[in-house]
């Protein structure tokens, strides 16, 4: 192998590696975009939290956000006997009714509190009749990139209006599992 041949190769080795780097980005990207759009083709699709008027300003209101009276509790045994707690309490962001209940359009969001992880996510998902109306998941730690995800408006192009059975857990990611550590169901009024 002469010089150039071995300068060549190592210039190949390095743009081969910054390659790699772009494709993999791309392929993120591309999937990302894919799954918001699948969601949208399907009947009967999970919420489509995009859909929602106000998601970059969560509240039209300025009135202060009112503690709902559900509340999740976990209680864990860490090795060596140390215990770890979380909470998981539901709060009124937007009630467009007034009665102080979360109801289709009203907008909640949730107050979270655990010693188990420093990267708490909460799964919301709201139930007609067995079938998925309304789904979000968002990140409630300082670092989350979507912050206005935390507040979520409790309708979707599948949840036109109606009462529905909704669950909220509180998790985390550890490699391949998501332990929830907290949950709470209501009813969201019609």
Known sequence: MNATEGSWRRALGIEGAVMRWLVILASVVVLAASSVNCSRDRANSASDIFSSPNILAPSTTHAPATHVATEG?????????????????????????????????????????TTETTEPHVDLTCSQNGVIVYW?????????????????????????????????????????RMPVLASISFTAGP
């Not at 209680?75 to 109801?103: E, I, Q």
């Not at 209006?161 to 857990?169: F, I, L, Q, V």
């Open 73 to 113: 509790e976990g209680v864990r045994k860490k090795p060596g006997g140390a215990n770890s707690s979380s909470s998981l309490t539901l709060v009124m962001h937007a009630d467009t009714n007034g009665n102080g209940l979360p109801d289709w359009g009203d907008t909640v969001t949730f107050n979270v509190s």
């Open 136 to 176: 979000a998941t968002t990140g409630y730690f300082e670092s989350y990139l979507w912050p206005w995800t935390q507040f979520m408006t409790l309708s979707s192009t599948a949840w036109q209006g109606g009462a529905a059975e909704c669950t909220a857990k509180l998790y985390y990611f550890s490699g391949r």
